[in-house]
């Protein structure tokens, strides 16, 4: 029923915990996460056009804020559940497209509609935009999960999602926003005190070996 | 890997919210939720017994207790989301049953499995003891829409769950404990102070009256 | 004033808090910790009931689903507090049952008051079904200073209640139940990673031995 | 065992909360409640030297501070439970009573233990500041009463709680604070905007009615 | 030291609330603030754009996405403290704009203090960005506040909040964004169940009233 | 407008929590941290009497009561913020004298604003009870960071606020209290279970070691 809906729906974004019931030390929203990963999308940005790359500004920041507004419907869920297969995967993201779909036809006006589902599409591909999102959003996964394992947090999916999103990080390695990353951001997170108690140091290293190898 | 895992489960259903970020006054997880349904059930099998039906008490016990065990997997997405069809519905109704077999070959040890499959099967069938869990399961929504509505939160979702939990339980009007619940509880209910100031006795009146005339 | 009064009062459950500011990683109300019961004791129940034991499961049931309902009228004060003799724990305990009695008069209707006479009386016997119920509990706060300690909570509170629920636990060691969680869930437990870290491991034989030693 | 176990102990009472489970818009902690009930008895304290009446103020703010410090031991359970009788009231006051000797024995030092023995005895006397201190704590509760209901909580516990607080205040009506009170103050609360919409300014005039007759 | 303290301040962030202690049904985060603001000015442009007005893209995303990261310094004291002067709010406003300049000289790398100085620069003027910028600020806040209004929040501080955001926003009738909110968005949010129960009609009609009058 | 503003605006201290989104253990509100510093200098001013020292005990009561009153007006801002330099302090605090002046002129009733101009003046100065107030306050500041530090919270502002903290209270020296804290309480501090495990024992000798070397 128009734009009301949609600004409304922006704060239920709020109310929208990732990884409900994990984070025990700070919880993120949806919209916080949306909003880190947008700030970190315009640092790397800037880092690839220092580097000399063109960036499209309007197409970056699009993907980055908007990546996670069809949570909205089914939730966080797309987070590592244990018990779900590759095809269970797959038929909730189906499931939630779908619903984005059934939203922009019954809230959002005619001549917004276009505009609404370019913006709500997927957001990662092999555009420079595309991936510019992709480590956006595993870097802040990535310091979610440190600020838990830092303050103590002994429950394992932390490290489970250090170790992906790390991982997943790598497979940039030639882009210029990584090789930053790894260079100057990596070694002052691992050089936070308390550091050392934990097993990070060794993990980062193994991830980054067993990436280099190839495996 | 074993009942540890099982029991260690147990808690991380005091962490998922129902309806999450929809109730302002009083929250409640799956893991209050399954006592109070539970609870509810074990008057509601209290009653049918004086009214001389035969009740299977360990049947009854085990369909309340467990019957939303299987949230763990996906969460609370089966409460009204607005943009979700039939189809998708059944879809994620699918994805839930086959996570919880997974979880089950490999958590639960071999000579468990047959019980806990049996435990963790849907509850609400034709049967007296499938039919409590179903009203009482339904009993339970109303009250916690109810009180946010007594409360004065204005999301017309609460109205939306409280329509659609008393039809339920009006479709089960034949059953003693409905019946009971008709007559002694639900009056009490709307004779609480403040309830003359909402719209629950128009809307329960017209619920009721669409009910019985088979609408 | 009738059966109203009972539905409400289970969401009272849930806003009751056990050790209350105590627990700093999770929070439990007396409704979860009730839920929690009631599936430990279900398990505890097949466990019996494989070795050849017969189960009453209505009464199993029925003593764990119930037996933390009269926390409602003094809330949780039975938990270990430093100060009390056990004069005072007794006094406390008739205070309780006397304010369970005023309600189960005033609130429950006359056709039901024997019925719930029986449901929220204290469920620990020497029955199979009251030691079960025993143990459950022992167990259930044994997993909820377990998960303090397990990630970091250095109150000693919490190795108090470990130590103290655990050798309750162990006075009850001829059972089948407390059998099979000694051998299959308590090696599982202090396997967990980070546990080798604290002195839970050190404390838990300590607290066997002494058992053995009929200290 | 020292002052150090007395300071820890005042983060205690930051984690105590008055009628637990009952205030939706806003909680107090018996910390923040001593608090205010000491800056409210400070403000009367200063109408009644003002009126020219003689205040010893070290006692006065004593009583205030430490009023409700023996609820580290039982928690917050004076305020109106429904189904104690009075006798079960004073059991329970009783036994606070005893932790408390209980506490000072085993915590304080020799050298400092009259002194806690007479800062936490029972305050509210018939002296200028142990009346002070019955007013200064009902107004503290009327206020968070009045702060409930405003906000549109419907529980009748708040009205019960503001009625039973202004009626107390009422009987001391000789006094200057009083006076002042219910000349200057009371006005004003009920002046707020919203209230008419509330039944207090009924209920108020109804409560000074009956005190004025002597019922 | 680093990009990985500015990557860590986005954290922090997400612990400052506005407004504290003041919505009493949604808490908003700075972070959460930020990513509103940001979503409304990207709806904002796309009408502009429609109506045929040339946006700059990149510098509409930065000054949205920008504009609080500077509360991280003295949080969020801008919104109306009534005992302020208009002087004490500008020593303010410098105290914060100094805070940001230490900032940036301490933890960003010189090679990105430029464009970080550009970043975080004051982003309200009068270009067409900066007036989306304003407009979606205030439409964000009236949002805020409508929702405690909506819900029953009797302060008056969300009345005056309301108040003076829609005053703003209207000063700004002329752009096609504030055309569209006022023809489209703001009888729809009007529209909402319950608002006829409020003051809002009222207001709204009043504030429009003064607007055009000039006042 | 009155008194009843004033005793409103006790309950907005317990909405003001001391360094906003850093404490992840416990907060306090400053309310709270007003309870246990008026407490806190209730204990030292007992051991200056017992040492023979004359107390103004009136004095003591409304310094530390009322010393961080005007928090109210621009929140808890004077704790470390590292890039705020002494001047920007100073600015700050200027600020918040201004408004506190602007509320006791707006809400005070003239009879009583002599009364709170003296009660709301800053509190610290060099007799006895301003010297008492000044060591209360950093006392429960030191137990506020030892209670994050202990339970393994990792934040270097925390080590900063203990060291800082520590080190005025050595600046007392030569006074009773102080005597009897370092001789009494901080070894009971530190010989907590656990404290061996974090930097504390060392940083405290640290810091004593240079405050008796006079750096």
Redesign the interface.
Known sequence: ????????S????????RC???F???E??V??H???V???A??FG?VEE?AGNTVN??GL??RA??HDYSEL???D?KTP?????TE?RE??S??EE???Q??IE?EI?N??QP?YRH?LKEGKDTTLEGKILAISDK?DLL?ESF?EI?????E?IFVEIYSEALATIYEYRDMESVK?FLR??LP??LG???IRKTDLPELTAEITTKALRGE
Chains 1, 2, 3, 4, 5, 6 share one sequence.
């Open positions: 029923m128009g734009i009301h809906q949609y600004f409304q922006l704060s239920d974004l709020e109310n929208i915990y409900p019931g994990k025990k030390y700070q993120h929203s919209a916080e949306s909003f880190k947008t700030q970190i315009q640092f800037n220092q500004w309007r920041y699009e804020l908007n419907f089914i939730g869920i559940v244990k018990y779900a297969t269970l038929m909730l189906e499931v779908s619903m984005t059934n939203f019954r006006p001549e917004f505009i913006l870097v310091y600020g830092r303050k103590g947090n002994p394992n930053y100057e951001i002052d997170m936070e005190k308390g």
